[in-house]
């Protein structure tokens, strides 16, 4: 079974309640962030981490050993090139001793369980694609969201998916969907995406009170919080390029675990500068929420 490695200070931080906050390393890798904005997109996360209280766990698969929590040296090894991994990847990439496996939401969330840390922090999550229906591409990070005991932050998911269709599928494995302080499924680069969350929270301790309260213990909750007003992107402009990155896509005959970095790679050039402070802003603002939910979650625990 999965039993990761965890940093001394993770593992000290487990086993006394304190809180932690596990990121993923897709987004840091060379299938995210384009160098050397990865580099500061990773030293705002673990910083911003640290700034509310919480211990950073970056998680990876590094030379077949599945990680939570990895030293300031070991750090630059996730800025190079990985394999994506996800959830259903973790136990290949062990068997197959992968140098880098980069995870992905699922398998972070996968690691993030089997650590006992139950806050994670992101910056947009996988979903349905659009066209699902005729390709079945759903994300895996859905299922792993209802299977695991995690409380995952994101600024919710980019609009070249299926977002209405993201929302019911979370609806249906039964994955609560909460608005930090916002009403409106976030849509990465934008603050809403015209769709409503379910439900509306203001801090950290409703956050704890209601992951307390769930009905399927091995079941997690998404909280969605919106990129900071002043780092919004114009709305108008992103469906101009989603819609050209969508069938760029298509045009080359791209398809599964391809897709997401695909498209990815199309919105960053085609915004130019402007897509990547707004990423940063993102993924800290995301990481600062989840150390005040962790420092919660260790409060009604102790
Ligand atoms: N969406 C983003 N940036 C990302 C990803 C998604 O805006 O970096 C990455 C995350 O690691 C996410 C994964 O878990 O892509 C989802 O990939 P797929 O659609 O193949 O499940
Ligand atoms: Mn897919």
Redesign the pocket.
């Given at each position: 079974m999965l039993e990761p490695a965890l940093s001394p200070e993770v593992l000290a931080a487990v086993g006394s309640g304190r809180p932690v906050v596990a990121m993923?390393s897709?987004?840091f890798s060379n299938?995210?962030l384009a160098s050397p904005f990865n580099a500061e997109a990773l030293d705002r996360c673990v910083a911003a981490v640290r700034a509310g209280g919480a211990v950073p766990a970056v998680t990876a698969v590094l030379d077949g050993v599945p990680r939570v929590g990895l030293d300031d040296a070991e750090h630059g090894r996730i800025l190079g090139r990985g394999r994506?991994a996800?959830e259903r990847d973790l136990a290949v990439a062990i068997g197959q001793a992968w140098p880098f496996g980069?995870?992905?939401?699922?398998a972070s969330v996968a690691l993030a369980a089997a650590a006992g840390v139950r806050v994670f922090a992101?910056?947009?999550?996988?979903?349905v694609?659009r066209g699902a229906e005729i390709t079945g591409?759903i994300?895996?990070?859905l299922d792993a969201l209802a299977h695991h005991p995690v409380i995952t932050v994101c600024a919710g998911?980019?609009a070249f998916l299926d977002l209405a269709r993201t929302l019911e599928y979370l609806e249906t494995v039964g994955v609560p969907v909460l608005g930090w302080q916002h009403d409106w499924f976030p849509a990465?680069y934008t603050r809403s995406s015209g769709l409503r969350v379910a439900h509306r929270v203001e801090a950290g301790a409703e956050v704890a009170a209601i992951f307390n309260a769930r009905s399927r213990p091995d079941s997690g909750v998404l909280l969605t919080a919106p990129i900071p007003a002043q780092d919004e992107l114009d709305p108008t402009m992103l469906d101009e390029i989603l819609r050209r990155a969508l069938s760029d896509c298509d045009g080359a005959g791209i398809s599964?675990?391809a897709?997401?970095?695909f498209v990815?790679g199309r919105i960053a050039e085609a915004t130019g500068g402007r897509s990547i402070p707004a990423n940063l802003a993102l993924a800290e603002n995301n990481a600062r929420v989840a150390a005040e939910v962790a420092v919660a979650i260790s409060r009604a625990d102790a």
């Open positions: 993923e897709t987004i299938l995210g994506k996800a980069a995870t992905t939401v699922s992101t910056g947009g999550i996988g979903g694609h591409d994300s895996a990070d998911a980019k990465f599964g675990a897709v997401t970095p990815l």
